[in-house]
Every structure is written in C-alpha cells, then in structure tokens.
C-alpha cells in the first residue's frame, strides 16, 4: 500500500468521524430546540389531538395553519382558559394549575378538539 492511498484513507475516516460528531451534535440540538408540550393548529386540527402533561407545565398551541384564524378555549367547572383571536404565526402557552381531563375548543371550528391529561 502506498503512502498516497494510506493518507487518503486517513484522510476519509477523519472526515467520516467529524462529519458523525456533526450529525449527533446537530440531533441533540434539535432535541433541546424542539420546544416540549407543543399542539400545532395544522389542518384546522389539533396535533396532537391528546396530550398528558403534569400540573403546573404549560402547553404551547401553535398556529401553524396558514392564514387562518383559532381561537383555543377550555371552560370547565375547575378550569378555564380563553385565548382570543389567536392570528396566523402566533403561539398561545396555556398553563394547567390544576389537575383532571380538559377539552381544548376552538370558538371557531367546532370539530377541533385537544384533549389535556393532567396528572
Ligand atoms: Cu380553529
């Protein structure tokens, strides 16, 4: 084996290595960045449609549909939350200080439905 061929090889697995170390440091960015609790609005539909979360965390609804307008609501007995207008880009965070089941509504697509689990 020449002395060329070696180096080129020593050469490649160095930039296979780096570009390894690269992908895993992008993955665990895009982890931390990826905010936790998120509901997108796409479709006029909730993503997802049920979420389980602790008490006291607070959800982020997204609306994420275009030129669309939301307008998230939960009104129960131990429970109540309005959003507004929510405009098109625009995220809405919503924090549960109370345990039980919630049904997230929107005033203006009534078949929207976001089930919050509070444990
Ligand atoms: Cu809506």
């Excluded at 050469?11 to 960015?29: E, H, I, K, M, P």
């Excluded at 109540?80 to 997230?104: E, L």
Aim: net charge neutral; hydrophobic share 45%.
């Amino acid at each position: 084996m020449s002395l060329r061929t070696e180096l080129l090889r020593a050469r490649r697995s160095v930039a296979t290595a780096f570009l390894a170390g690269a992908l895993v440091s992008l993955a665990s960015w895009m982890v931390w960045a990826l905010p936790q609790n998120t509901v997108s609005q796409k479709g006029q539909q909730f993503h997802p449609g049920a979420i389980t979360i602790k008490r006291g965390d607070t959800i982020r609804i997204v609306n994420d549909d275009g030129d669309l307008l939301h307008h998230a609501y939960v009104d129960s007995p131990t429970f109540s939350f309005d959003s507004g207008d929510q405009q098109p880009g625009s995220v809405t965070p919503v924090t549960f200080s109370v345990s039980g089941d919630f049904n997230v509504l929107c005033a203006i697509h009534p078949k929207m439905l976001l089930v919050v689990h509070v444990r």
